[in-house]
């Protein structure tokens, strides 16, 4: 299962009838080739055109089967995999238009956790060195950006004292995707897509990740309601999409006849 999580929100935003995020016909078809002179072969239709919505407070999940194109999606609106067709638009820009959203500023409004919590992370750097790349990348001070490192691991559940100079071999696979949490959290992003973000735990600790993502949007929440250290509202979108054929007639509105899609609202 492949969650998107929009777990930061502008109170501005929050209060338009706009959606925070808006995918139409979203399409990516990878070639297959082979042979001695890689003629090209019929193609693998990961992605054929989905279409959603996500407001501002929002929980939007994508459910299917393994290998029905869920973590291409995910990587499509990240703009991670160069799509084929269809647009994104985030926030009333299309992404990708000269007066749209470039690629740096879609990654300053939306980060991603990755289902690989080790792959994910540099090997090389320490954890509060991790979360505070982001900041640092998008010109924030360094002592600015470790000070907020460490708020974002206290907030994740881990103790700053024992965790920041760790490196990700030395922690478990629940705290290694606690750091990818604040990773994700570092930039204030307004919208976080979470690619199967538990799948690869135990239970126990599948639990503890999903009560700590719904306990960090109560958080934010409570912090703009209050006027504290967010700046921002919270919303959240799950994401999960079942890719089962169906008739072009029983198809949702939303999504292609080629696919369907179920979406999990919460407010």
Not at 65 to 74: I, L, Q
Not at 92 to 119: C, I, N, T
Not at 249 to 262: C, E, I, L, Q
Request: a positive charge; hydrophobic letters at 40%; one cysteine or more.
């Amino acid at each position: 299962m492949t969650t998107i999580a929009a777990p930061l929100i502008r109170a501005e935003v929050a209060n338009s009838a706009a959606p925070l995020l808006r995918v139409d016909w979203l399409t990516k078809h990878f070639p297959l080739r082979g042979g001695l002179l890689k003629r090209p072969r019929p193609v693998v239709q990961a992605v054929d055109g989905v279409s959603f919505e996500v407001g501002a407070g929002e929980t939007l999940g994508i459910v299917g089967e393994s290998g029905c194109g869920k973590s291409t999606t995910a990587r499509l609106l990240m703009h991670l995999v160069r799509l084929d067709s269809g647009r994104i638009v985030f926030d009333g820009d299309e992404v990708g238009k000269k007066h749209g959203f470039s690629r740096r500023d879609l990654h300053r409004q939306m980060q991603m956790v990755f289902q690989d919590s080790y792959a994910s992370l540099n090997p090389r750097l320490p954890v509060a060195r991790s979360v505070a790349f982001g900041p640092l990348a998008h010109g924030m001070a360094k002592r600015a950006a470790r000070a907020r490192a460490m708020d974002l691991l206290q907030a994740v559940g881990l103790d700053p004292v024992l965790f920041a100079d760790r490196y990700p071999h030395e922690l478990s696979g629940g705290q290694r995707q606690r750091i990818n949490v604040a990773r994700a959290l570092a930039l204030e992003p307004r919208l976080v897509i979470l690619d199967e973000a538990v799948s690869a735990l135990d239970k126990s600790i599948e639990a503890q990740m999903l009560n700590l993502l719904v306990d960090l949007k109560t958080k934010c929440r409570r912090w703009t309601r209050g006027g504290g250290r967010s700046r921002h509202r919270s919303a959240a979108t799950h994401r999960t999409r079942s890719t089962r054929p169906r008739d072009a007639a029983s198809a949702p509105a939303a999504v292609s006849p080629k696919m369907s899609a179920r979406r999990c609202r919460r407010r």
